[in-house]
């Protein structure tokens, strides 16, 4: 293919473009191809880069807009709260009965004049300028929407008609978290990584996901669509699934003859934990352990876990595995209340966390003083996770 570059793509924002809001809803269209997802890099923010594309090649004339800076991937009202710096605040927002979870998509557009009406067009994706490793999608249109992008993330962006291709217009996305995510007919779906850590990086996306379930409790039947397996496999390309349902208090949660994982080729493992007890730190101790060998295990990545609804026994892996990694408290507790945001039943608060595990690993894993990494590290040490298994864990998650 013949390619032309801009002769200043990374000059300032020249055009205003408009990023389209999906409402959260998940019968928004759908990509029409798989998504490939590349390796992430990790670290900090990138340097924000905004400029489109305008130039002529094999006689067709592509305009590819200028998505402006800080490019948004959330609903306007997951914005609106994510802004709101009194964490607490989602219940203004969502009260956790009906599905508002999904992302925003963002909005490509584009034109080529000089193709022939029934041009089939080609969009790629890539997180480097040489567009190495893209994420490809095709459309008889002119524009196309497309979920699940990684937030505080650079991407480049071209547009092919027949053989001609544009040159490269790129952008950044917002490094406002959580990376929530689309996966039609599974609700409460976020990157775990993202989210920036006490020792100025992040921690990496596109490793572990923690979702809702993917099939009925206690009758196994499937529940995710179709279109969401090949988000799983295609986008996310998960090898692990780490289910969390019935545990000792509600063995039947879950059916146990149902022993495998609804994605084919998914290696599945079944870790029951109770949520119903008095301190869920101390009552699930074996079952952390399990879930955090896990974790160590860097093959076993790309890995989602989840329990039904991927809030209370998912939330204290998270909280755990979070606070560990130095991610700042109030930046967990906004990650666990936006499940708020998904049909979960009823709401959300703080107050179950706090009394069920928060307290305990606050108070008994050292002082006031003492940060969040630690007395996590603290808990998980005493509860029997191997510092080798820690170590991995610090490996895998930063850049």
């Known amino acids: 293919m013949k390619k032309q570059r801009p002769s200043a793509m990374l000059s300032a924002a020249a055009l205003a473009f408009v990023i389209a809001m999906c409402g959260a809803c998940v019968n928004e269209k759908t990509p029409d191809a798989p998504v490939k997802d590349p390796s992430d890099v990790g670290g900090e923010v990138p340097p924000v880069l905004s400029a489109g594309y305008e130039g002529t090649v094999d006689g067709i004339a592509f305009s590819l807009p200028d998505l402006g800076e800080e490019v948004s991937l959330h609903t306007e009202l997951q914005t609106e709260y994510l802004k709101n710096e009194t964490v607490a605040s989602v219940l203004d927002y969502a009260k956790g009965t009906e599905e508002l979870s999904a992302p925003a998509p963002v909005l490509f557009t584009w034109t080529a004049e000089g193709a022939s009406s029934d041009m089939v067009y080609t969009l790629r994706v890539s997180e480097t300028e040489n567009m190495a490793d893209p994420q490809t999608f095709t459309t008889a249109e002119l524009s196309l929407g497309v979920y699940n992008l990684k937030i505080a993330t650079t991407y480049w962006w071209t547009v092919a008609a027949g053989d001609a291709e544009s040159g490269a217009a790129v952008f950044t996305t917002e490094s406002l978290g959580p990376r929530n995510l689309f996966v039609e007919g599974v609700a409460n779906v976020r990157d775990v990584g993202g989210w920036p850590t006490e020792d100025g990086g992040r921690v990496k996306q596109g490793l572990l996901y923690r979702t809702g379930r993917l099939n009925e409790n206690y009758n196994g039947k499937t529940s995710i669509a179709e279109a969401g397996v090949r988000t799983m496999l295609g986008t996310l390309k998960v090898k692990t699934e780490i289910d969390l349902r019935g545990g000792k208090n509600d063995p039947d949660e879950y059916a146990p003859s149902v022993n495998k994982s609804v994605l084919d080729g998914v290696a ?102 003492t940060p969040l990494s630690k007395k996590c590290r603290a808990a998980l040490l005493d509860i029997g996770v191997e510092p080798a298994e820690l170590e991995a864990i610090s490996e895998i998650f930063t850049a």
């Open 268 to 369: 599945y493992h079944h870790i029951g934990m109770d949520w119903e007890v008095s301190d869920m730190l101390i009552g699930n101790r074996k079952e952390i352990r399990s879930v955090f060998a896990l974790l160590a295990q860097e093959s076993n990545y790309p890995m989602f876990y989840h329990c039904s609804i991927g809030t209370d026994r998912t939330g204290l892996i998270t909280y755990l595995l979070l606070g560990y990694l130095g991610v700042d408290e109030q930046d967990i507790y906004r990650d666990y209340l936006f499940s708020n945001f998904a049909n979960i039943g009823g709401s959300r608060d703080l107050g179950g966390i706090t009394t069920k595990y928060v307290a305990t690993i606050k108070n008994k894993y050292g002082g006031k003083s």
